[in-house]
């Protein structure tokens, strides 16, 4: 037809030349427009809100004080001095505090692992139960297990070791029930053929399967508690972190970076380390 409209000849030139005549049918509707001004009125309100609640001025303020303190940090020109077997010893305390309490939750978190998985324990009620207290376990973070056993057994190690103790065990058991609900019934069921008692079917038909899994588990939850540990040593469990809440109360900034530096050298050799090993777990060499 003469008089149709081929969409597919319109240029560019002629939507312009029609917005140039008819401004208002391509003009945004009224409704779009007042939810955006509404949106953007909201936001600046909330913002200024923030701003009065916590006073982000002070951000501004604080940067005289904290190019000062980068000064100081930088400074070791009493290097010398400085306590070195004390942060050494702190720090080996600080990795094997994090060891110990890893090795003790990945011991205890097997059983619980084959207690909370579904294809082991087929009754609701002992399974719902055991995953519940994985939660109970989980469910706090290692700091307020720490601070719970600080007040109990006083200061030291032996807090941050239950802390992670009793957090991972938490963390491990879920990770290994998953892992064992997994697991192929191909070969649980060629063990059992062959006349092996349900223990003996666990393992020898589940754990060989599970262990890879669990032992890289294990040692990504390594990788990630040996920084936590210097945590911990902030509230009184020992180890490094002790000593640089001791460094930064005295102001001895240089110090401090020292200390720093080195939980980053350790914990980048513990993360190297425990990439390779899961490595080879995973790849089955």
């Known amino acids: 037809m003469s008089g149709s409209i081929h969409l597919d000849r319109i240029s560019q030139a002629d939507i312009e030349r029609a917005r140039t005549r008819f401004p208002t049918a391509f003009a945004t509707p009224w409704p779009q427009r007042t939810l955006h001004i509404a949106i953007a009125v909201t936001t600046v309100a909330w913002l200024g809100y923030l701003h009065w609640l916590f006073d982000f001025g002070k951000i501004f303020a604080g940067i005289g004080k904290l190019w000062v303190i980068v000064g100081l940090m930088v400074n070791w020109s ?7 077997v004390e942060i050494l010893q702190s720090m080996l305390e600080t990795v094997t505090m994090a060891f110990l309490g890893t090795l003790l939750a990945s011991i205890v978190a097997m059983p619980l692992g084959f207690l909370g998985a579904r294809n082991v324990i087929p009754g609701t009620a002992m399974r719902f139960l055991t995953r519940r207290l994985f939660d109970v376990f989980r469910g706090l973070d290692q700091l307020i ?27 491990l058991a879920k990770l290994y029930s998953e892992a064992i609900e997994h697991a192929e019934r191909g070969q649980m069921d060629g063990v059992r053929a062959a ?18 899994v669990m032992l890289s588990q294990a040692l990504y939850q390594l990788e990630s508690n040996s920084r936590e540990a210097t945590i911990l040593g902030l509230v009184g469990a020992g180890g490094i972190g002790l000593r640089l809440s001791e460094r930064i109360q005295i102001n001895a900034w240089d110090q401090v970076a020292y200390i720093i530096m080195l939980i980053l050298a350790t914990v980048a050799a513990i993360d190297f380390v425990s990439r390779r090993i899961r490595t080879r777990l995973i790849a089955g060499r």
């Open 78 to 84: 009493e290097f010398a001095t400085w306590d070195h």
């Open 145 to 171: 297990w720490a601070l719970v056993f600080v007040r109990a057994m006083g200061l030291g190690p032996i807090a941050g070791i239950l802390a992670i103790f009793v957090a991972d065990t938490g963390v």
């Open 195 to 212: 006349g092996a008692a349900k223990l003996m079917t666990l393992r020898l038909g589940v754990l060989p399967q599970v262990l890879p």
